[in-house]
C-alpha cells in the first residue's frame, strides 16, 4: 500500500507493515511493528529501554533485516533495495559517533567520503551542513574541545551531507543538558523549516516529543500501543485527573498495604460512571475523569463510604508523561488495561 486511503499518489516517507525482528532466535525486539510516517513530518518514537526503538531504526536505516514483515522509505523497500535506501537518509546514531582527536570539518571530510559525496560537492555539502548545524565559529577546533551538545550537531552535520530525504536520529539529546538539548532542536528546527526534511527519532524526553513533533508512536515489548499528535495522545486519557495523595503517617496507611490505598476502594473508584480509570502509584491515587468538576464529589464519596482518607486533592491536566506511564509504564493498572 504506497498510496494511503484518501492521499491519492501520496508515497509515505516510512511504512512498515507486520515487521518483527528476533535476536538470537529467543528475543523478540519487535513483534508486528505497523508504522507509517507522512513525508516532511517530524515523528518522535518514545518507548521504555528495551522496548525496540534502536531495532527498529537499524531495519529502517538498513543496517539489520527484520525476522519479518516489510518496510519502505519512500516506496523502496529497505531490504531488497538498500543501497537505494542507504543514498537516501541520513542517519545519527545512540553512541558518539565522531572522531575526538581531529576538528569538526575533518570529520566532515571524512563521512562526505564514507558517503561518496562527489568530489566537486564536497567542499559545499559540507559549508552548508555546518551552517545548517550552527558550527561556524567551532569547525577548525578539535572536536575534544566541544561540550557534548556541539558534538551532537556535528554527528548532526554529518549526516546532512547526503542531503537526506529522512532524517533518522536515536536519542539526538541523550545526556545533555537543558540549553544544549534546545540547542540541538533549534538547529534541527531551522533545518528542516528550509529543507522539509522528514525526521524520525527515538528518545526518552517527552518535552520534546511534545514540543517538536507533528506525530509520535510509543512501542512497548516491540509493540506500538499508542499513536497520534501529542494533542490527540494527552486527549486519549480523557479529560483530568484527579489526584489524592495520603499522608504515610494515618493509620490507615498502616492497615491497608504499602501504597495506603486499599484496593477495593480503588476498584469502586473505577467503577463509578464518571471515572474512565485509576492508578496508584506509592501514596498517590490517580483518577482519570472526563469532567473534574462532576466527578470529584462522588470519588471523594467513594473513598470515605470505605474508610479511605486523604490529606491533599489537586487536579491536572494529562501531559505527555502520563501518557506514557499509562500506554508503556509498568506500574498502571485499569479498566483500560496497559496496553502492552
Ligand atoms: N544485537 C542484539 N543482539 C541481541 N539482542 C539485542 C540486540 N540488540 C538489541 N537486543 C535486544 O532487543 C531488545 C530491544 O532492544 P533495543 O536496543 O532495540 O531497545 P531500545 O528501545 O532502543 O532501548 P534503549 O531505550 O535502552 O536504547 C532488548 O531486549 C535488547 O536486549
Ligand atoms: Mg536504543
Excluded at 538498513?62 to 531490504?79: H, I, K, L, M, Y
Excluded at 570529520?107 to 551552517?131: C, F, H, M, T, W
Excluded at 537526506?164 to 540549553?179: A, H, N, Q, R, V
Aim: glycine fraction near 10%; include cysteine; proline fraction near 4%.
Amino acid at each position: 500500500m504506497l498510496s494511503p486511503a484518501g492521499v491519492p499518489g501520496m508515497t509515505l516517507a516510512i511504512e512498515t507493515s507486520g515487521l518483527t525482528k528476533t535476536y538470537n532466535r529467543r528475543t523478540r525486539a519487535l513483534d508486528g511493528v505497523d508504522l507509517q510516517v507522512w513525508p516532511g513530518e517530524v515523528f518522535a518514537f518514545l518507548g521504555p529501554n528495551g522496548s525496540g526503538k534502536t531495532t527498529l531504526m537499524r531495519i529502517l536505516t538498513t543496517q539489520f533485516r527484520p525476522t519479518s514483515g516489510e518496510a519502505r522509505a519512500f516506496g523502496t523497500d529497505v531490504v531488497r533495495r538498500g543501497s537505494e535506501v542507504r543514498r537516501m537518509i541520513g542517519y545519527v546514531p545512540q553512541e558518539t559517533s565522531v572522531w575526538l582527536d581531529i576538528t569538526g570539518r575533518e570529520n566532515l571530510l571524512i563521512y562526505s567520503k564514507v558517503y561518496a559525496v562527489p568530489k566537486d560537492r564536497r567542499k559545499g555539502s559540507i559549508e552548508d551542513a555546518i551552517q545548517a548545524m550552527g558550527l561556524e565559529e567551532v569547525a577548525d577546533r578539535m572536536v575534544n574541545t566541544y561540550s557534548g551538545g556541539t558534538i551532537r550537531r556535528l554527528e548532526i552535520a554529518a549526516a546532512l551531507l547526503v542531503k537526506p530525504k529522512i532524517l533518522f536520529l536515536d536519542e539526538p539529546t541523550i545526556g545533555l543538558d537543558p540549553s544544549a538539548r534546545k540547542a540541538v532542536w533549534e538547529s534541527l528546527t531551522a533545518f528542516k523549516g528550509e529543507c522539509g526534511t522528514t525526521v524520525f527519532f527515538n528518545t526518552h524526553y517527552m518535552d520534546e516529543a511534545d514540543h517538536y513533533s507533528d506525530e509520535i508512536a510509543i512501542i512497548n515489548r516491540g509493540r506500538i500501543v499508542k499513536s497520534g499528535t501529542a494533542r490527540e495522545l494527552k486527549r486519549s486519557l480523557n479529560g483530568e485527573i484527579l489526584r489524592f495523595s495520603r499522608n504515610h503517617k494515618q493509620e490507615h496507611y498502616q492497615t491497608h498495604g504499602q501504597n495506603g490505598f486499599d484496593e477495593y476502594a480503588v476498584k469502586k473508584v473505577r467503577e463509578l460512571d464518571l471515572v474512565r480509570d485509576a492508578a496508584v502509584s506509592g501514596s498517590l491515587l490517580e483518577v482519570y475523569v472526563d469532567d473534574g468538576e462532576r466527578a470529584l464529589p462522588l470519588v471523594v464519596e467513594a473513598l470515605w463510604s470505605e474508610g479511605v482518607t486523604f490529606d491533599r486533592i489537586s487536579t491536572a491536566r494529562p501531559t505527555l508523561d502520563d501518557v506514557f506511564l499509562r500506554y508503556a509504564g509498568s506500574c498502571r493498572s485499569g479498566r483500560g488495561g496497559d496496553g502492552g
